[in-house]
């Protein structure tokens, strides 16, 4: 198949090695020629590492790379049956992009968004064919995440719903179908893991390096909460949770922090900047945590409380099925279990009291527990039962 990749960022480049190696012929096109040679560079000596390391061989390798083909000349798209867009989060920006694109291809084209957070009804409104138009989300580094979001909007041809998930499925990625909301599955659900925590800060109940080893020790987290948002970076993490504030018309449950927003602000944005809620100055000696068992037991039922309540819900509002849910928290993000399954395994009833207790104290909306879960606790039911 042919497949055209607009953008030759991490995003872009990993998507393009992903279907490459997959066996599609692959135009990997970015407006700036230097990106795009360094793309390539990048590209060439990921494959040579694959093949050194035993996971192809050196023809497998080389040959895969030479499905890859680079241009700075949009025009060259024209011949594409599928392109996938991979650029800057920004509305306006990706809606004029998919005008220019439909004047060049086939009426056949499939024309697809990576966007992580953006409406895809809204891009698709930009073409006069929107029923091609369809949300192909996957996850940061693209090679080595099994997840992708498939993201139909309300103008989506139903049949190219179940055509992507073949492709996707082509690929040996593992799709999920997530309804054309704010963060889709992943970066809806998630947001608990960092607010939450940032909430907990700002309260003076622990500081980073204590919630961080709670989610890591007793919740079986790869990561902890500021470890990873110090990884992201600050300039992401903070404007996707921006975006989702504003989609969902100012729920006080997705409500950025001032916190996160200062480091935004002073471009303490994380590793990358050697600044963010941690000091990657070197020989600078991290903090270390306090291990007070029932310090670290109160701010892992927190958070995880809080992610368990989102999951369940975008269950409740049908985001996805249960099953896709708890896929694209487990495969997406490398959560430890699936919330859905967690929260049967919690105690339903379990999980209403403590929301409840949390409600009860803090008198914020963002506390509130979803409707399904007290369905499920009345009917003595529970998600996969």
Wanted: charged share 25%.
């Amino acid at each position: 198949m042919k497949i055209g990749i607009v953008g030759s960022g991490a995003m872009g480049s990993g998507i393009a090695q992903v279907l490459a190696t997959a066996g599609n012929e692959v135009l990997l096109y970015d407006s700036n020629p230097i990106a795009l040679e360094k793309a390539g560079q990048n590209l060439e000596a990921q494959f040579q590492k694959l093949a050194e390391k035993g996971i192809m061989t050196f023809e497998e390798a080389e040959n895969y790379f030479d499905n890859i083909r680079l241009s700075d000349k949009l025009s060259e798209l024209k011949d594409s049956e599928l392109i996938i867009e991979a650029i800057v989060e920004d509305l306006e920006i990706k809606k004029d992009l998919f005008q220019k694109l439909e004047s060049l291809v086939s009426e056949d084209c499939i024309l697809a968004t990576n966007t992580s957070s953006l409406s895809i009804a809204s891009i698709a409104s930009a073409c006069q064919k929107p029923e091609r138009v369809i949300g192909i989300h996957f996850f940061n580094p693209a090679p080595l995440m099994a997840l992708v979001e498939i993201i139909p909007a309300v103008q989506t041809d139903k049949d190219l719903i179940s055509k992507t998930k073949s492709l996707v499925e082509s690929w040996k990625k593992l799709p999920v179908i997530a309804k054309d909301t704010p963060g889709f599955i992943v970066n809806r659900v998630a947001r608990p893991f960092y607010g939450e925590a940032i909430r907990i800060l700002e309260e003076g109940i622990a500081d980073c390096a204590t919630i961080d080893f709670a989610m890591t020790s007793l919740g079986g987290f790869k990561m902890g909460p500021f470890q990873l948002m110090d990884f992201i970076g600050h300039d992401v993490n903070y404007r996707v949770t921006e975006s989702v504030f504003k989609e969902f018309f100012y729920d006080p449950k997705f409500k950025p922090s001032f916190t996160q927003k200062r480091l935004f602000e002073a471009g303490y944005f994380g590793r990358k900047s050697g600044k963010g809620f941690y000091d990657y100055s070197q020989d600078t000696e991290q903090p270390k945590p306090n291990e007070n068992p029932e310090l670290i037991e109160l701010i892992f039922k927190r958070i995880l409380v809080m992610l368990m309540n989102e999951a369940s819900d975008a269950y409740f509002l049908n985001i996805a099925s249960a099953e896709d849910i708890d896929l694209a928290m487990t495969k997406g993000v490398n959560y430890p279990k699936g919330l859905l399954k967690w929260a049967d395994e919690f105690g339903l009833e379990n999980l209403q009291n403590e929301l409840d207790e949390l409600y009860n104290f803090y008198h914020e909306d963002r506390y509130r527990c979803s409707p399904i879960i007290r369905n499920l606790v009345k009917q003595n039911k529970t998600f996969y039962n």
